[in-house]
């Protein structure tokens, strides 16, 4: 959520920005109108409750002297009437600011490239240069279905689409490929492992920024106010909301596999097959607190903890920034790493990292207090250390051979068991 003492003072800015964000205009002046209304409203309110001690003195003082003190009587009333009349106005543009507070998305920090949508989005590095294939590379779901390690059939007729099982050594590998994640996060990078709730309540999904302007796209569960995780960084980023840190608390690092669920909602026809677009899927999640001043050297560093992955598994990539118009709801600014596939001749995302600054923040309430003992707001993190069901895409691919078999990674090789391909 953003500052309204900010948005009160830089309107114009705060327009502008937004503006690259596909906010229209005339959203942020309402905004400014209605907090203007509301303010003049407040001193209106003040002002006649003034005069309604007044009247109520006079009141006082006219009983006391035995005279008639009916006027003033009728006057208190009518006072009182108004005070209800602007409160129950207040409260509506209460209403109305919230609603507009709550779908305003994060401002972009300064060197974020302007752009509309992801065909404006830099490069800004590659590594490796992706295997040229000596035979006809086939695409990861029918390498898996050869070798019986995913059933999409059976997922589909158990669920629905976007569903599967894994299977033998699709299944190991799939463990493989997150208990390789998590070792490296944990015993390489110093986060702290977490094995957070599945399903938040919708406070949690408020936190984050996925509520109220994406429910379209989670699962909800009916009846209740509780939803199906998105990402752990729904329940890892709310795991201090409303707590005030002590300074030498941060920065914190935590990391966890959980399993994402997604709607896809808008999606339809978009990677109907294979494991890159899925209803559920395993993701090691990355969530940081920081404080303000390192929070993008903490951006730079989770970027970097995720490509690790990619570069002991031997997978080539590149990294990107994203553009006004392509980043995430409470983004500030975001790094997208995306995987090598051969099969469809070009990068996908396999992680997002962003520094959402104080905005999630704002919105769970999570401060600490500073080395001055100031309260102020922590900048949150968040980024993909991957997601699982994509790494083993990009592996299937990559590391497939002529006779149909896949090599494994020699970085998984300990995590296999000592199994060194997946042969029919």
Known sequence: MLD????????????????????????????????????????KVETLKKHRNDVSQDIAKLKRERQNADDKIQEMKQVSEDIKVLDKH??????QLEYIAHTLPNLPAEGVPVGNNEDENIELR??????????EAKPHWEVAEEL????????????????????????RLERAVYNLMLDTHIYEHGYTEMIPPYIVNDKSMF????????????????????????????????????????NDTLPVYFTALSPAFRSEAGSAGRDTRGLIRLHQFNKVEMVKFSKPETSYEELE???????????????????????????????AKTYDI????????????????????????????????????????????????????????????????????VTIPEAL????????????
Not at 158 to 169: D, E, H, M, N, P
Request: glycine content about 6%; overall charge negative; aromatic content about 10%.
């Open 126 to 135: 590659k590594w490796e240069t992706p295997k040229q294939f000596d035979f």
């Open 413 to 424: 090789v300990p995590y296999m068991g000592g199994m060194t391909k997946i042969t029919k």
């Open 301 to 331: 560093k989770m970027t970097n903890n995720a490509e690790a992955i990619l570069q002991k598994l031997n997978l080539p990539y590149r990294v990107i920034i994203l553009c006004t118009g392509d980043m995430g709801f409470s983004a």
């Open 148 to 171: 019986d390690i995913l059933d999409f059939e059976r997922g589909a007729k158990v669920s629905g689409s976007r569903f599967l099982f894994y299977k033998g050594a699709g299944a």
């Open 90 to 95: 207040i409260h509506t543009i209460d209403e």
């Open 338 to 405: 995306e995987v090598w596939i051969p099969t469809q001749e070009t990068y996908r995302e396999i992680s997002s990292c962003s520094n959402c600054e104080d905005f999630q923040a704002r919105r769970a309430k999570i401060r600490y207090r500073d080395e001055e003992e100031k309260v102020q707001y922590v900048h949150t993190l968040n980024g993909s250390g991957l997601a699982v069901g994509r790494t083993v895409a990009a592996i299937l691919e990559n590391y497939q051979n002529e006779d149909g078999s």
């Open 4 to 43: 309204l003492k900010f948005i009160r003072q830089n309107t114009e800015l705060v327009k502008e920005k937004l503006m690259t964000r596909g906010v229209e205009g005339e959203k942020i002046d309402d905004f400014v109108r209605l907090d203007q209304e509301r303010r003049d409203n407040l001193v």
């Open 207 to 246: 936190g984050t920024g996925q509520f109220p302007k994406f429910k379209e796209d989670v699962f909800q569960l009916e009846n209740s106010n509780y939803t199906l995780i998105p990402t752990a960084e729904v329940p890892l980023t709310n795991y201090y909301r409303d707590e005030i840190l002590d």
